[in-house]
């Protein structure tokens, strides 16, 4: 994360562009925050397994992998075209 912001602002060639790097990345920062905020609540709240504790987690786990699939394509698909 921390490269990523200088890299974005060195690669991009528009505003456009360099708006889109930094701001999947942190995007992906704000969604993995989240993901940890919602992870940490649950295991203070819920000592016992339940069943809607381990679908949150779950559902916060995939919000992280889709932030990550966005980086994923943003940046190569800016970087190459």
């Known amino acids: 994360m921390v490269l990523a912001i200088p890299l974005g602002i060195g690669l991009g060639d528009t505003a456009i562009e360099i708006i889109l790097l930094i701001g999947s990345v942190l995007l992906l920062l704000v969604v993995e925050l989240?993901?940890?905020a919602v992870e940490a609540t649950v295991?203070?709240?819920g000592g016992e397994i339940h069943?809607?504790?381990g679908r949150a987690k779950d559902m916060c786990s995939a919000a992280v992998l889709v932030a990550s699939?966005?980086?994923?394509?943003v940046w190569p698909l800016i970087l190459v075209y």
């Open 69 to 73: 699939v966005l980086v994923a394509m």
């Open 51 to 53: 069943e809607l504790s």
């Open 43 to 45: 295991d203070r709240f």
């Open 34 to 36: 989240l993901n940890s």
